[in-house]
């Protein structure tokens, strides 16, 4: 069992920069692997990044990173477009063989109630 908190969203001009946090407790954290997801208005829930993983849209404009000893994950988001408007949400599994593939939410076992990210032109 985990619990999932997100912070850092906001509002920011394209081109510009976040970095989502997402802070774990419940569990020893790296017990984990994390996951971010993003839901825009009107369409599903889509993979952004895990370790080692980016989807394309996002590819060399996002980095997820970790904090071991604060709990913590990260989402730096640079060179942001319009078209990055969303909640992102926080995923968490635990460490081990799974069916599905680790862009597939049903992957996840935990989520965070997610963050909003609104990218102005």
């Known amino acids: 069992q985990v619990h999932l908190v997100e912070s850092g969203g906001g509002l920011v001009q394209a081109g510009g920069s976040l970095r989502l946090s997402c802070a774990a407790s419940?569990?020893?954290?790296?017990?984990?692997?994390m996951a971010w997801f993003r839901q825009a208005p009107g369409k599903e829930r889509e993979f952004v990044a895990s370790?080692?993983s980016y989807a394309g849209s996002v590819k060399g404009r996002f980095t997820i990173s970790r904090d071991n000893a604060k709990n913590t994950v990260y989402l730096q988001m640079n060179s942001l477009k319009p078209e990055d408007t969303a909640v992102y949400y926080c995923?968490?599994?635990?460490?081990?063989?799974?069916?599905?593939?680790?862009?597939?939410?049903?992957?996840?076992?935990?989520w965070g109630r997610g963050t909003q990210v609104t990218v102005s032109s």
């Open positions: 419940g569990r020893t954290f790296s017990s984990f692997a």
């Open positions: 995923a968490a599994r635990t460490l081990g063989w799974t069916a599905h593939g680790l862009g597939d939410m049903a992957a996840y076992d935990y």
């Open positions: 370790y080692a």
